[in-house]
């Protein structure tokens, strides 16, 4: 299983990329949209765990890039804001599986991520 994470932060996405390999999972951890689109191009990714406010390009166009490219892969979308807090994004993605808090607890977010996963 690879687990591609969209964050801005690399000190919370290496925290989030540290619980996710301790389940044997396989991560890559980019900062911006422009290196995640082109991983989706190159690399088969499972779940994409991606930050809905990212300082560099739009999360929206990662999100559906990635539906495009491999529609089988699930979007997790996490954020420090209240946007979208409604359950609006579901609607605009459609592999949107789940939107969550950036402050959610690592080991949640990797059970978060080995459900969907694991899903046909």
């Known amino acids: 299983m690879t687990v591609l994470i969209v964050e801005s932060s690399r000190q919370l996405g290496v925290l989030w990329q540290r619980h996710l390999e301790r389940a044997s999972m396989r991560t890559i951890l980019v900062s911006d949209a422009e ?8 690399e088969p990714i499972d779940v994409i ?4 406010v990212l300082e560099n390009g739009n ?3 990662v999100a559906d890039f990635a539906s495009f490219r491999q529609p089988e892969c699930r979007v997790i979308f996490v954020t420090n804001t209240t946007f979208f807090s409604d359950g609006s994004i579901f609607q605009l993605c459609a592999n949107a599986c789940a939107f969550v808090p950036s402050a959610t607890q690592p080991d949640d977010l990797t059970a978060i991520v080995q459900h969907y996963a694991l899903r046909d």
């Open 35 to 42: 290196a995640a689109t082109s991983l989706i191009q190159s």
């Open 49 to 52: 765990i991606l930050d809905l």
């Open 59 to 61: 999360a929206l166009t």
